[in-house]
């Protein structure tokens, strides 16, 4: 008999994890980005108007990448459906 202030033990859900296609994804496009950035340095130099660069273009993308998948996943995890189809019943 367990005592009666003793609260019960819950089963807690595992946190969530993004899973592997939000590590395949960036990281992906980190390792493009510094391939390019190795390899073909001119070519990220190659200025497009003013100071900015093809880098600072690819930069941006990839941290704008990054935010987005991470927003996906972050209502994935919440339990927001990331499409129509999701989370809907069958009849």
């Known amino acids: 008999m ?6 019960r033990l ?5 946190p969530h994890r993004p899973g ?4 395949l994804v960036n990281g992906s496009a980190f390792a493009v980005h510094v391939l390019l ?4 340095a001119e070519l990220m130099a190659t200025r497009v ?6 880098g600072v273009l690819a930069l941006l993308f990839q941290g ?3 935010v987005w998948t ?12 990331t499409s129509q189809g999701e989370g809907q019943e069958s009849r």
């Open 64 to 66: 704008s990448l990054l």
């Open 70 to 81: 991470a927003t996906r996943y972050d209502r994935r995890a919440d339990g927001h459906p």
């Open 2 to 7: 367990t005592h009666p202030h003793v609260p």
């Open 10 to 14: 819950r089963h807690r859900p595992r």
């Open 37 to 40: 950035a190795c390899s073909a």
């Open 49 to 54: 108007w003013g100071e900015t660069s093809i």
């Open 20 to 23: 592997v296609s939000f590590a």
